[in-house]
């Protein structure tokens, strides 16, 4: 056998142990992760004479198209991940006297490294783009394995930050911009006591079941979910795509469940329970599969879950914005503005106020969101806070208008939900009078 033929017979080797991994059928698949299938395509695909070469070389321009000079980061990722899914945690692959399992890990890789580099000098003649042969040149530039294990432990994506949006297979850290205090979030008691109660027994290790939370639009279940999930120390926030709950779970949930020195909060926000294909939710919460003990899921949506779904999690519904919870929202504002003795006049008409700011169009919703907006604004205008005020002090009160909420939300309701509800709804009340 010459040097080439081995080099080769080791890198595919190589990437069959890193990269594969035995199906329900016993044979072996590659982890379904885009980059790594089109690797396997240049890896297997190779030869000397077409047509193999053509076709790894098409697989090589499109690794080229999609991750350019990126390619090298990509396959340090899949290196890392591989070695957290063998039981290599990051500390131990970060120290300067690795273990045996590491060194061995290591060599996989860099035989890996080496054979991509006897293929990247071949297949220029099969057509690749210009610039397409380089994309791993930054790794063969490595000159031992010491310098190898600094890259891959480099590579932690869970190092630049706490919240992490998944998309095309790919974790991109992001900004919290949605993310304040918890404490600066006013009335709903009895909904903001579940979020805390919930992500405090995952972050616990107590639970991690299920969170689906279900509102009409406004009521701050994006917020809320992002800041107290956050309020945890060491939970790490991911945001995949809607989608992956039909496709891409695997992708999704392999990276986290190799991570058990961290907990994961992956939520999928403003969901349409009506048209998900639920299977692999089903299969992997409460099916033939759970979920990994790190790994806590959030659902959000405006309609409600089908039965088969909420048998899997913690439902939380927040009551339906009125007249009642505006008032309370705005007593709640008030205790954290600094008031100890609130006059029940003066949240009667800061309610009353923002209604009317309503009714002038100023608002295109009544709504915890909207009210939200008022406030910020009540508490940074001078004027419109003595104004208040001094109304408040007067013989006439005025109360916010309760057929003016009831009729937003009926109208929401019916856009929302057809005919049909509403009609249930009026006849559920008729019921209880």
Request: hydrophobic share 40%.
């Amino acid at each position: 056998m010459n040097y080439s033929a081995k080099k080769a017979e080791l890198g595919r080797a190589a990437f069959r142990l890193l990269f594969t991994s035995p199906d329900r059928n016993g044979s072996v698949k590659v982890r379904e992760n885009d980059f790594l299938q089109l690797l396997h395509g240049v890896v297997e695909l190779e030869e000397n004479v077409p047509p193999g070469g053509a076709a790894a070389a098409d697989y090589f321009n499109e690794i080229f198209r999609r991750y350019g000079s990126g390619a090298s980061d990509e396959l340090l990722c899949a290196f890392f991940d591989s070695f957290t899914a063998a039981g290599i945690t990051p500390e131990l692959l970060r120290s300067s006297i690795p273990e045996k399992s590491v060194e061995f890990l290591l060599r996989e890789s860099m035989a890996l490294i080496d054979f991509l580099g006897e293929i990247r000098s071949k297949l220029p003649e099969f057509g690749l783009l210009s610039g397409a042969a380089e994309i791993f040149s930054k790794l063969e530039s490595l000159s031992d394995s010491s310098s190898l294990q600094t890259a891959i432990a480099g590579a932690d994506r869970f190092l630049q930050g706490r919240v992490f949006r998944f998309v095309c297979s790919k974790f991109e850290a992001v900004k919290a911009d949605s993310a304040k205090d918890v404490e600066k979030f006013f009335g709903f008691p009895g909904v903001r006591s579940s979020f805390q109660d919930h992500f405090q027994k995952f972050r616990e290790g107590v639970s991690n079941i299920p969170l689906l939370i279900h509102s009409l639009p406004g009521y701050g279940k994006t917020s809320m979910t992002v800041s107290y999930a956050l309020a945890e120390k060491d939970v790490v926030l991911i945001l995949p795509d809607p989608e992956a709950l039909e496709s891409g779970w695997y992708d999704l949930m392999e990276p986290l469940t190799a991570r058990k020195d961290l907990k994961f909060v992956v939520f999928f926000d403003d969901i349409d329970p009506r048209s998900v294909n639920w299977y692999k939710f089903r299969t992997h919460v409460g099916g033939a599969f759970t979920l990994p003990e790190n790994v806590n899921v959030v659902l959000s949506a405006n309609y409600e879950f089908p039965p088969s779904i909420l048998s899997r999690g913690r439902r939380v519904s927040f009551p339906v914005f009125d007249e009642i919870r505006c008032m309370e929202m705005v007593e709640d504002f008030l205790h954290d503005f600094g008031l100890k003795a609130i006059p029940g006049n003066l949240v009667s008409l800061i309610a009353a106020d923002y209604t009317e700011e309503f009714g002038q169009h100023k608002f295109t919703e009544l709504s915890p969101r909207t009210l939200m907006r008022y406030l910020d604004i009540y508490q940074k205008s001078t004027i419109k806070r003595r104004n208040i005020v001094e109304l408040a002090m007067g013989p006439m009160i005025t109360r916010p208008d309760p057929e003016l909420f009831y009729e937003f939300n009926i109208e929401l309701m019916r856009s929302l939900y057809g005919e049909e509800y509403i009609k249930q709804l009026l006849k559920e009340r008729l019921k209880n009078l």
